[in-house]
């Protein structure tokens, strides 16, 4: 189906290039003008096309996401916007609304047809997920002048000049976040594109370099704030705070507002839902310390009434403006609707102050607004009822009160209903009650439930949970835990985002198939929440009876420790392996230290290569020191480059040596910024093109000047574009590049054979299976291959005349065992960092659903 071409840009969007050279984005590394970004927005655009679609955009808060979203604007292309960390969501929407383009991180478009299918209103714009159900078909339709005059009412009573510069402290797909972005753009302000926490010191460097002039902020905002020492902070260029996302209690109103009367900024309390595009009121900075329990007054071009309802003392407070949304969409036939309301009944009962400011006095229905989050009371009673458990909810923005029925475990219905509801642990308190209280009509009385909360509550026993509970040993959580020695996890948490790597990962594959029943593809990139309701049995067949899959990467790097090793030892004789797991590294390079903002997977990608260069370096400084075989360059890990050229013991750890030197290169090259953003925008075509830089050292037609393993980044580059090779035109074309420059490698026909073997079954092969019998045996030997690599020189040689075999399992022993030994060091190393670091640095679990 194909749509007239007769829609409206938004403006604020369309004319960013009317700023000129004034700075527009400002990162730790790089400002770019708003004359620049208009450009990039306008290739976008070209590459959107000039046909209306719908697109849909999981957005992080970095450039490429900016530049979509703006390019949507400008394009004219109604767009379905989502944070990135939740994919399940995304392919639940996009299963629901089939949009015509996705857009992946990077600005990966992907095209499901080249025009549309869909009947697109002229006025529709964004759709926004609401309630705080990211993944719910459930959307608000916002319109072009949505968004155009709430950016111009927040502009406006914020008084924001081009001079100002807000921080992005929350998440860009969140309707305050955004109304950061689309007021300050609108003016020609600049934006500190950043995805830190407050918590963060880097925040706060990168908040005074680039003089950022303002923040957003939610509640548990400014709980962090307390934590890490807000009040003494030097921020000479804020002007303004803003807050918003759920009510802040009065008493930390008139405290933040007096602490910047007294450091010369302004706190500006506000009020909004996504249906009204983000903001309706806001309290006037000079109230704040009289008023501040209040709402405030309407935005500018707004207007607030109060309804009376039948049997309530206050009434429902109503807002119009033009902000308010069209309407809601459920299907994808929706978004052809146009108008459905003219005025926003907020559910909200309210009452004006003498001073004719608004004040919000409690909820209509059975939702409450907890640290940003839009709560169903009656979900809460549902959830519970399905356990089981009868149950009464109740509760205010402070927090969520349950009484339940009974003589139940109230430390583990707290945590599944924590986890359930998307709620921080501490937001909600669980009591148990002989017989739920009811009114004398004989309907549960839910100010009695909310009269259990005491300020003086008793903390409740700690019961430890049982097994496949939330938190049990069973759990995706749990599992996660104990690999990564992590104890705060949130729902929208990922394996990768953890800190997994491909040295934790194999443990937590094995634990997790074991727990789901089956090993999903992308687990560890998947978050959390979708991980956990993906349990199942695993079908009864005959073969899994006998044999369980394993991911391939792991099977290969057992196979190839034992292949090596017995080749050294001379049990028998099958070279090759170590080219396959350096072809393993590149892969596993790609899927676990690739995720996040540019800074964060440089960290990452630091803290990896430490889990390699520590136990290396600690080890061959052992040797070193108990035989003649090595020299100082070894301990450096440096004999590559100034040893000798000839193949001597020195020469024994030219695998860890080469890995060591292509973490680095990677770590370094991504660190620049536009390879960063190259790597983003084209994830399979960067290890491509080293792969091609690889293959002239293959070929020696380069002489990097690293004797016998130069030919290492051809082989690294390609098990990376291995892992980013989505489609199977993609993945034949690495089988081709492949199978085209591995013969005469080697002149060696079975060791090339071996290679070639190793890199079409890591191509092709998701999992392979293993007798059940070896599964652990094959796990411990993956978990231990750099390990067993490095003992085993000093292991075999006095055996090996006496038996090769008992020389081999005793090299893969010791190897092990030395794993076990590091993995205990850092272990007790990070619980010990852990718990210095929680003291300062308990991170916002949650995303707000809404402003």
């Given at each position: 189906?194909?749509?007239?071409?007769?829609?409206?840009?938004?403006?604020?969007?369309?004319?960013?290039?009317?700023?000129?050279?004034?700075?527009?984005?400002?990162?730790?590394?790089?400002?770019?003008?708003?004359?620049?970004?208009?450009?990039?927005?306008?290739?976008l655009?070209?590459?959107?096309?000039?046909?209306?679609?719908?697109?849909?955009?999981?957005a992080?808060?970095?450039?490429?996401?900016?530049?979509?979203?703006l390019?949507?604007?400008a394009?004219?292309?109604?767009?379905?916007?989502?944070?990135?960390?939740?994919?399940?969501?995304?392919?639940?929407?996009?299963?629901?609304?089939?949009?015509?383009v996705?857009?992946?991180?990077?600005n990966?478009?992907e095209?499901?047809?080249?025009?549309?299918?869909?009947?697109?209103?002229?006025?529709?714009?964004?759709?926004?997920?609401?309630?705080?159900?990211?993944?719910?078909?459930?959307?608000v339709?916002?319109?072009?002048?949505?968004?155009?005059?709430?950016?111009?009412?927040?502009?406006e009573?914020?008084?924001?000049?081009?001079?100002?510069?807000?921080?992005?402290?929350?998440p860009?797909?969140?309707?305050?976040?955004?109304?950061?972005?689309?007021?300050?753009?609108?003016?020609?302000?600049?934006?500190?594109?950043?995805?830190?926490?407050?918590v963060?010191?880097?925040?706060?460097?990168?908040?005074?370099?680039?003089?950022?002039?303002?923040?957003?902020?939610?509640?548990?905002?400014?709980?962090?704030?307390?934590?890490?020492g807000?009040?003494?902070?030097?921020?000479?260029?804020?002007?303004?705070?803003?807050?918003?996302?759920?009510?802040?209690?009065?008493?930390?109103?008139?405290?933040?507002?007096?602490?910047?009367?007294?450091?010369?900024?302004?706190?500006?309390?506000?009020?909004?839902?996504?249906?009204?595009?983000?903001r309706?009121?806001?309290?006037?900075?000079?109230?704040?310390?009289?008023?501040?329990?209040?709402?405030?007054?309407?935005?500018?071009?707004?207007?607030?009434?109060?309804?009376?309802?039948?049997?309530?003392?206050?009434?429902?407070?109503?807002?119009?403006?033009?902000?308010?949304?069209?309407?809601?969409?459920?299907?994808a036939?929706?978004?052809?609707?146009?108008?459905?309301?003219?005025?926003?009944?907020?559910?909200?009962?309210?009452?004006?102050?003498?001073?004719?400011?608004?004040?919000?006095?409690?909820?209509?229905?059975?939702?409450?607004?907890?640290?940003?989050?839009?709560?169903?009371?009656?979900?809460?009673?549902?959830?519970?009822?399905d356990?089981?458990?009868?149950?009464?909810?109740?509760?205010?923005?402070?927090?969520?009160?349950?009484?339940?029925?009974?003589?139940?475990?109230?430390?583990?219905?707290?945590?599944?209903?924590?986890?359930?509801m998307?709620?921080?642990?501490?937001?909600?308190?669980?009591?148990?009650?002989?017989?739920?209280?009811?009114?004398?009509?004989?309907?549960?009385?839910?100010?009695?439930?909310?009269a259990?909360?005491?300020p003086?509550?008793?903390p409740?026993?700690?019961?430890?949970?049982?097994?496949?509970?939330?938190?049990?040993?069973?759990?995706?959580?749990?599992?996660?835990?104990?690999?990564?020695?992590?104890?705060?996890?949130?729902?929208?948490?990922?394996?990768?985002?953890?800190?997994?790597?491909?040295?934790?990962?194999?443990?937590?594959?094995?634990?997790?198939?074991?727990?789901?029943?089956?090993?999903?593809?992308?687990?560890?990139?998947?978050?959390?929440?979708?991980?956990?309701?993906?349990?199942?049995?695993?079908?009864?067949?005959?073969?899994?009876?006998?044999?369980?899959?394993?991911?391939?990467?792991?099977?290969?790097?057992?196979?190839?420790?034992?292949?090596?090793?017995?080749?050294?030892?001379?049990?028998?004789?099958?070279?090759?392996?170590?080219?396959?797991?350096?072809a393993?590294?590149?892969?596993?390079?790609?899927?676990?230290?690739?995720?996040?903002?540019?800074?964060?997977?440089?960290?990452r990608?630091?803290?990896?290569?430490?889990?390699?260069?520590?136990?290396?370096?600690?080890?061959?400084?052992?040797?070193?020191?108990?035989?003649?075989?090595?020299?100082?360059?070894?301990?450096?890990?440096?004999?590559?480059?100034?040893?000798?050229?000839?193949?001597?013991?020195?020469?024994?750890?030219?695998?860890?040596?080469?890995?060591?030197?292509?973490?680095?290169?990677?770590?370094?090259?991504?660190?620049?910024?536009?390879?960063?953003?190259?790597?983003?925008?084209?994830?399979l075509?960067?290890?491509?093109?080293?792969?091609?830089?690889?293959?002239?050292?293959?070929?020696?037609?380069?002489?990097?000047?690293?004797?016998?393993?130069?030919?290492?980044?051809?082989?690294?580059?390609?098990?990376?574009?291995?892992?980013?090779?989505?489609?199977?035109a993609?993945?034949?074309?690495?089988?081709?590049?492949?199978?085209?420059?591995?013969?005469?490698?080697?002149?060696?026909?079975?060791?090339?054979?071996?290679?070639?073997?190793g890199?079409?079954?890591?191509?092709?092969?998701?999992?392979?299976?293993?007798?059940?019998?070896?599964?652990?045996?094959?796990?411990?030997?993956?978990?231990?291959?750099?390990y067993?690599?490095?003992?085993?020189?000093?292991?075999?040689?006095?055996?090996?005349g006496?038996?090769?075999?008992?020389?081999?399992?005793?090299?893969l022993?010791?190897?092990?065992?030395?794993?076990?030994?590091?993995?205990?060091?850092?272990?007790?190393?990070?619980?010990?960092?852990?718990?210095?670091?929680?003291?300062?640095?308990p991170?916002?679990?949650?995303?707000?659903?809404?402003?």
């Amino acid at each position: 189906m194909t749509t007239q071409i007769d829609f409206m840009r938004v403006p604020f969007a369309a004319d960013l290039a009317s700023y000129g050279d004034r700075p527009a984005i400002l990162t730790e590394t790089l400002t770019l003008t708003y004359r620049e970004l208009a450009e990039r927005v306008d290739d976008l655009v070209l590459r959107l096309g000039t046909e209306r679609r719908l697109v849909a955009l999981a957005a992080a808060n970095d450039l490429e996401s900016l530049i979509a979203y703006l390019a949507a604007l400008a394009g004219g292309h109604p767009l379905i916007l989502l944070p990135e960390d939740k994919p399940a969501a995304l392919e639940s929407l996009i299963a629901a609304y089939d949009p015509d383009v996705v857009v992946r991180s990077g600005n990966v478009l992907e095209e499901r047809r080249p025009g549309t299918r869909h009947e697109l209103h002229r006025d529709l714009a964004l759709l926004l997920s609401t309630s705080g159900s990211t993944g719910s078909p459930k959307l608000v339709r916002l319109s072009q002048a949505n968004l155009q005059s709430n950016a111009e009412s927040i502009s406006e009573y914020l008084a924001i000049g081009p001079d100002d510069r807000a921080a992005t402290t929350l998440p860009m797909s969140y309707c305050y976040g955004l109304s950061v972005i689309n007021s300050h753009l609108l003016r020609g302000a600049g934006l500190v594109l950043t995805d830190l926490s407050v918590v963060d010191p880097c925040f706060w460097e990168l908040f005074r370099n680039r003089g950022a002039t303002a923040f957003a902020a939610v509640p548990y905002t400014f709980e962090l704030l307390e934590r890490v020492g807000f009040a003494e902070m030097e921020l000479p260029s804020l002007r303004y705070v803003t807050q918003a996302g759920g009510r802040l209690v009065p008493e930390m109103v008139q405290e933040y507002a007096g602490l910047g009367r007294r450091k010369g900024w302004d706190l500006v309390v506000m009020y909004g839902q996504t249906e009204a595009t983000a903001r309706m009121a806001y309290l006037p900075s000079e109230l704040a310390a009289t008023v501040p329990g209040a709402i405030g007054i309407p935005v500018p071009g707004g207007a607030f009434r109060i309804d009376p309802v039948p049997g309530l003392e206050h009434g429902e407070l109503v807002y119009t403006g033009p902000n308010v949304m069209l309407g809601y969409a459920e299907t994808a036939e929706d978004l052809g609707k146009g108008r459905a309301i003219d005025e926003l009944r907020t559910g909200d009962l309210a009452r004006q102050h003498p001073t004719g400011v608004y004040e919000v006095v409690g909820r209509r229905s059975r939702f409450v607004k907890i640290v940003g989050l839009r709560v169903d009371l009656g979900e809460v009673e549902r959830m519970l009822a399905d356990l089981g458990v009868l149950a009464a909810s109740a509760g205010t923005d402070d927090g969520l009160v349950v009484a339940v029925e009974g003589g139940h475990d109230t430390q583990l219905l707290g945590k599944v209903l924590a986890q359930g509801m998307g709620l921080p642990r501490a937001a909600l308190q669980v009591h148990t009650v002989e017989h739920l209280p009811r009114l004398a009509t004989g309907k549960l009385d839910y100010q009695s439930v909310l009269a259990l909360s005491r300020p003086d509550t008793e903390p409740e026993p700690v019961h430890a949970p049982a097994d496949g509970a939330a938190d049990g040993p069973g759990s995706v959580r749990r599992i996660f835990a104990d690999a990564l020695e992590v104890s705060d996890i949130a729902d929208g948490d990922t394996f990768v985002s953890l800190g997994g790597d491909s040295l934790s990962y194999v443990a937590a594959s094995v634990r997790l198939e074991k727990a789901l029943g089956h090993l999903p593809p992308d687990w560890h990139v998947t978050p959390v929440r979708d991980l956990e309701p993906r349990r199942r049995d695993a079908p009864a067949r005959t073969l899994r009876r006998f044999f369980a899959p394993l991911e391939t990467s792991i099977v290969l790097r057992a196979v190839g420790i034992v292949l090596i090793v017995s080749t050294h030892v001379g049990l028998f004789s099958w070279q090759g392996a170590a080219h396959v797991l350096m072809a393993v590294a590149g892969y596993n390079f790609a899927r676990f230290q690739l995720a996040g903002e540019r800074v964060r997977r440089v960290r990452r990608q630091l803290a990896s290569l430490a889990r390699v260069v520590v136990p290396s370096v600690a080890f061959i400084a052992a040797a070193y020191l108990i035989t003649d075989n090595y020299t100082p360059a070894n301990i450096l890990l440096l004999n590559a480059i100034v040893g000798p050229e000839a193949v001597t013991t020195q020469w024994h750890f030219w695998f860890i040596e080469i890995l060591v030197y292509l973490l680095l290169g990677m770590t370094a090259l991504l660190a620049i910024p536009w390879v960063d953003r190259a790597e983003r925008r084209f994830p399979l075509l960067l290890p491509l093109a080293l792969t091609g830089a690889g293959l002239l050292t293959r070929y020696e037609l380069v002489d990097p000047g690293v004797p016998n393993t130069a030919p290492a980044l051809w082989l690294f580059a390609l098990g990376w574009a291995i892992a980013r090779s989505r489609t199977a035109a993609q993945r034949c074309m690495v089988s081709v590049i492949a199978v085209l420059t591995v013969p005469g490698f080697f002149d060696n026909a079975a060791r090339e054979g071996t290679l070639l073997a190793g890199i079409l079954v890591l191509i092709w092969l998701p999992s392979i299976p293993v007798p059940k019998g070896l599964r652990r045996l094959t796990v411990v030997l993956a978990s231990a291959s750099l390990y067993a690599y490095l003992v085993h020189w000093l292991v075999y040689p006095p055996l090996a005349g006496i038996s090769p075999a008992l020389a081999v399992g005793a090299s893969l022993a010791a190897g092990a065992l030395y794993w076990a030994l590091c993995t205990r060091v850092v272990d007790a190393a990070t619980r010990r960092r852990t718990r210095v670091h929680r003291l300062l640095d308990p991170r916002p679990r949650q995303v707000p659903g809404q402003g």
